[in-house]
Protein backbone atom coordinates (compact mmCIF):
# COMPACT_ATOMS: atom_id res chain seq x y z
CA UNK A 1 0.00 0.00 0.00
CA UNK A 2 1.17 3.33 -0.83
CA UNK A 3 1.99 5.73 1.86
CA UNK A 4 3.64 9.38 2.31
CA UNK A 5 6.00 11.04 5.79
CA UNK A 6 6.22 14.17 6.45
CA UNK A 7 8.93 13.75 9.03
CA UNK A 8 8.61 17.45 10.47
CA UNK A 9 5.22 18.90 12.07
CA UNK A 10 6.44 22.42 11.98
CA UNK A 11 9.28 24.53 10.60
CA UNK A 12 9.88 28.51 11.29
CA UNK A 13 12.23 29.99 8.94
CA UNK A 14 13.31 33.64 8.95
CA UNK A 15 11.73 35.70 6.22
CA UNK A 16 14.49 35.39 3.52
CA UNK A 17 16.10 32.16 4.27
CA UNK A 18 15.54 29.51 2.06
CA UNK A 19 13.53 26.63 2.53
CA UNK A 20 12.89 23.05 2.15
CA UNK A 21 10.21 20.55 3.23
CA UNK A 22 10.62 17.17 3.62
CA UNK A 23 8.53 14.33 1.86
CA UNK A 24 9.40 10.55 1.60
CA UNK A 25 6.75 8.21 -0.02
CA UNK A 26 6.15 4.57 0.35
CA UNK A 27 5.24 2.80 -3.13
CA UNK A 28 6.41 -0.49 -5.10
CA UNK A 29 6.44 1.92 -8.38
CA UNK A 30 7.27 5.57 -9.38
CA UNK A 31 4.02 7.20 -8.03
CA UNK A 32 2.20 10.11 -8.80
CA UNK A 33 3.05 13.15 -6.06
CA UNK A 34 1.72 16.14 -5.41
CA UNK A 35 2.21 19.45 -3.19
CA UNK A 36 -0.43 21.39 -1.82
CA UNK A 37 -0.99 24.60 0.43
CA UNK A 38 -3.75 25.30 2.70
CA UNK A 39 -3.29 28.65 3.85
CA UNK A 40 -5.42 30.01 6.72
CA UNK A 41 -9.18 29.41 6.97
CA UNK A 42 -8.78 28.60 3.61
CA UNK A 43 -9.00 24.82 1.59
CA UNK A 44 -6.14 22.98 -0.15
CA UNK A 45 -4.36 24.51 -3.35
CA UNK A 46 -2.33 22.54 -5.90
CA UNK A 47 1.57 23.81 -5.60
CA UNK A 48 3.12 21.41 -8.26
CA UNK A 49 2.78 17.87 -9.37
CA UNK A 50 5.43 15.11 -10.67
CA UNK A 51 5.31 11.91 -12.81
CA UNK A 52 8.21 11.25 -15.08
CA UNK A 53 10.73 13.60 -16.53
CA UNK A 54 12.80 16.38 -15.22
CA UNK A 55 12.99 15.42 -11.62
CA UNK A 56 13.26 19.49 -10.91
CA UNK A 57 9.35 20.58 -11.26
CA UNK A 58 8.45 24.17 -10.56
CA UNK A 59 5.31 24.93 -9.19
CA UNK A 60 3.61 28.27 -8.13
CA UNK A 61 5.12 31.27 -6.19
CA UNK A 62 8.64 30.13 -6.31
CA UNK A 63 8.12 26.64 -5.11
CA UNK A 64 10.01 23.52 -6.70
CA UNK A 65 10.33 19.93 -5.98
CA UNK A 66 13.11 17.43 -6.52
CA UNK A 67 11.73 13.77 -7.40
CA UNK A 68 14.28 11.27 -5.93
CA UNK A 69 13.76 7.69 -6.37
CA UNK A 70 16.78 6.44 -4.92
CA UNK A 71 15.57 8.39 -1.50
CA UNK A 72 12.24 7.57 -2.17
CA UNK A 73 11.58 11.21 -1.44
CA UNK A 74 9.55 14.73 -3.09
CA UNK A 75 11.03 17.16 -1.60
CA UNK A 76 9.50 21.17 -1.43
CA UNK A 77 12.19 24.36 -1.83
CA UNK A 78 11.91 28.02 -2.28
CA UNK A 79 14.86 30.00 -2.57
CA UNK A 80 13.51 33.12 -0.34
CA UNK A 81 10.56 32.70 1.83
CA UNK A 82 7.70 34.93 2.39
CA UNK A 83 5.71 35.93 5.43
CA UNK A 84 3.03 35.12 2.98
CA UNK A 85 4.40 31.95 2.67
CA UNK A 86 3.33 30.70 5.83
CA UNK A 87 0.72 28.08 5.66
CA UNK A 88 0.33 24.22 6.38
CA UNK A 89 2.08 22.17 3.68
CA UNK A 90 0.70 18.75 2.22
CA UNK A 91 2.61 16.29 0.18
CA UNK A 92 0.28 13.50 -1.61
CA UNK A 93 0.87 10.61 -3.37
CA UNK A 94 -0.95 8.04 -6.03
CA UNK A 95 0.75 5.10 -6.61
CA UNK A 96 -1.25 4.61 -10.03
CA UNK A 97 -3.68 6.07 -12.19
CA UNK A 98 -6.83 4.93 -10.56
CA UNK A 99 -5.45 4.73 -6.84
CA UNK A 100 -6.84 7.12 -4.55
CA UNK A 101 -4.93 10.07 -3.32
CA UNK A 102 -3.42 9.49 -0.22
CA UNK A 103 -1.93 13.11 1.92
CA UNK A 104 0.72 13.29 4.29
CA UNK A 105 0.33 14.71 7.79
CA UNK A 106 1.06 17.89 6.71
CA UNK A 107 4.10 20.49 7.70
CA UNK A 108 3.06 23.81 9.38
CA UNK A 109 5.89 26.51 8.46
CA UNK A 110 5.88 29.86 10.20
CA UNK A 111 8.09 32.72 8.38
CA UNK A 112 9.22 35.06 11.05
CA UNK A 113 10.44 38.22 10.69
CA UNK B 1 -14.88 31.63 -10.92
CA UNK B 2 -15.37 27.67 -10.74
CA UNK B 3 -15.57 27.25 -6.73
CA UNK B 4 -16.51 24.63 -4.69
CA UNK B 5 -18.04 25.85 -1.44
CA UNK B 6 -19.23 24.52 1.99
CA UNK B 7 -22.18 25.11 4.00
CA UNK B 8 -22.10 25.21 7.53
CA UNK B 9 -18.53 26.89 7.94
CA UNK B 10 -19.08 26.22 11.63
CA UNK B 11 -21.69 23.67 13.22
CA UNK B 12 -22.20 23.23 16.99
CA UNK B 13 -23.79 19.36 17.14
CA UNK B 14 -24.89 16.88 19.97
CA UNK B 15 -23.94 13.93 20.99
CA UNK B 16 -26.56 11.08 19.17
CA UNK B 17 -27.70 13.87 16.93
CA UNK B 18 -28.19 14.05 13.19
CA UNK B 19 -25.75 16.58 11.20
CA UNK B 20 -25.53 17.25 7.29
CA UNK B 21 -22.69 18.66 5.61
CA UNK B 22 -23.35 20.24 2.46
CA UNK B 23 -21.08 20.86 -0.66
CA UNK B 24 -21.73 22.60 -3.69
CA UNK B 25 -18.92 22.94 -7.16
CA UNK B 26 -19.87 25.13 -10.08
CA UNK B 27 -16.71 23.37 -11.87
CA UNK B 28 -19.06 21.07 -13.33
CA UNK B 29 -16.87 18.12 -12.65
CA UNK B 30 -18.29 14.82 -12.35
CA UNK B 31 -15.92 13.76 -9.15
CA UNK B 32 -16.40 14.86 -5.64
CA UNK B 33 -14.73 13.81 -2.45
CA UNK B 34 -15.49 14.16 1.16
CA UNK B 35 -12.17 14.17 3.73
CA UNK B 36 -11.47 15.00 7.27
CA UNK B 37 -8.88 16.85 8.82
CA UNK B 38 -7.22 15.83 11.98
CA UNK B 39 -3.60 16.95 13.54
CA UNK B 40 -1.21 14.03 12.68
CA UNK B 41 -3.39 12.63 10.22
CA UNK B 42 -3.43 14.82 7.03
CA UNK B 43 -6.74 14.66 4.98
CA UNK B 44 -8.51 11.12 5.30
CA UNK B 45 -11.19 10.07 2.67
CA UNK B 46 -14.19 9.42 3.99
CA UNK B 47 -16.99 8.85 0.72
CA UNK B 48 -16.74 9.81 -2.89
CA UNK B 49 -18.50 10.10 -6.04
CA UNK B 50 -18.34 10.09 -9.86
CA UNK B 51 -21.08 11.40 -10.46
CA UNK B 52 -24.83 12.29 -9.86
CA UNK B 53 -26.50 9.59 -7.99
CA UNK B 54 -23.42 7.59 -6.69
CA UNK B 55 -21.57 7.46 -3.82
CA UNK B 56 -18.16 5.50 -2.99
CA UNK B 57 -16.60 4.72 0.20
CA UNK B 58 -13.42 5.89 0.78
CA UNK B 59 -11.42 4.72 3.84
CA UNK B 60 -12.52 5.51 6.53
CA UNK B 61 -16.88 5.66 5.72
CA UNK B 62 -17.81 4.14 9.30
CA UNK B 63 -20.08 6.27 10.61
CA UNK B 64 -20.82 8.81 7.31
CA UNK B 65 -23.29 8.47 4.48
CA UNK B 66 -22.71 10.48 1.72
CA UNK B 67 -25.51 11.56 -0.98
CA UNK B 68 -24.77 13.32 -4.49
CA UNK B 69 -28.22 14.23 -5.59
CA UNK B 70 -26.80 16.70 -8.85
CA UNK B 71 -23.62 17.08 -10.46
CA UNK B 72 -23.42 20.09 -8.41
CA UNK B 73 -23.90 18.84 -4.60
CA UNK B 74 -22.89 16.54 -2.66
CA UNK B 75 -23.83 16.32 1.36
CA UNK B 76 -21.59 14.42 3.81
CA UNK B 77 -24.59 12.44 6.70
CA UNK B 78 -23.75 11.88 10.04
CA UNK B 79 -27.22 10.27 11.60
CA UNK B 80 -25.86 9.87 15.33
CA UNK B 81 -23.36 11.89 15.27
CA UNK B 82 -20.02 10.84 18.15
CA UNK B 83 -17.57 13.65 19.86
CA UNK B 84 -15.54 11.67 17.52
CA UNK B 85 -16.25 13.15 14.47
CA UNK B 86 -15.68 16.49 15.93
CA UNK B 87 -13.08 17.36 13.38
CA UNK B 88 -12.66 19.64 9.80
CA UNK B 89 -14.33 18.48 7.10
CA UNK B 90 -13.10 19.29 3.46
CA UNK B 91 -15.45 18.61 0.51
CA UNK B 92 -13.09 18.23 -3.02
CA UNK B 93 -14.14 18.21 -6.57
CA UNK B 94 -12.01 17.11 -9.46
CA UNK B 95 -12.40 16.67 -13.00
CA UNK B 96 -10.20 13.07 -14.12
CA UNK B 97 -9.64 10.62 -10.95
CA UNK B 98 -7.01 9.10 -12.78
CA UNK B 99 -3.29 9.82 -12.63
CA UNK B 100 -1.19 12.93 -13.60
CA UNK B 101 -4.39 15.19 -14.29
CA UNK B 102 -5.39 13.80 -10.54
CA UNK B 103 -5.90 17.76 -9.15
CA UNK B 104 -8.36 18.29 -6.62
CA UNK B 105 -9.94 21.49 -6.13
CA UNK B 106 -11.39 22.27 -2.31
CA UNK B 107 -13.52 24.08 -0.91
CA UNK B 108 -12.82 26.33 2.70
CA UNK B 109 -14.01 23.69 4.97
CA UNK B 110 -16.34 23.22 8.11
CA UNK B 111 -15.65 22.45 11.20
CA UNK B 112 -17.76 20.68 13.40
CA UNK B 113 -17.78 20.15 16.97
CA UNK B 114 -19.80 17.05 19.04
CA UNK B 115 -20.41 17.87 22.56
Known amino acids: AQSVTQPDARVTVSEGASLQLRCKYSSSVTPYLFWYVQYPRQGLQLLLK??????VVQGVNGFEAEFSKSNSSFHLRKASVHWSDSAVYFC???????????FGQGTSLSVVP | EAAVTQSPRNKVAVTGGKVTLSCNQTNNHNNMYWYRQDTGHGLRLIHYSYGAGSTEKGDIPDGYKASRPSQENFSLILELATPSQTSVYFCASGDAPWGFYAEQFFGPGTRLTVL
Open chain 1, 92 to 102: AVKASSFSKLV
Open chain 1, 50 to 55: YYSGDP
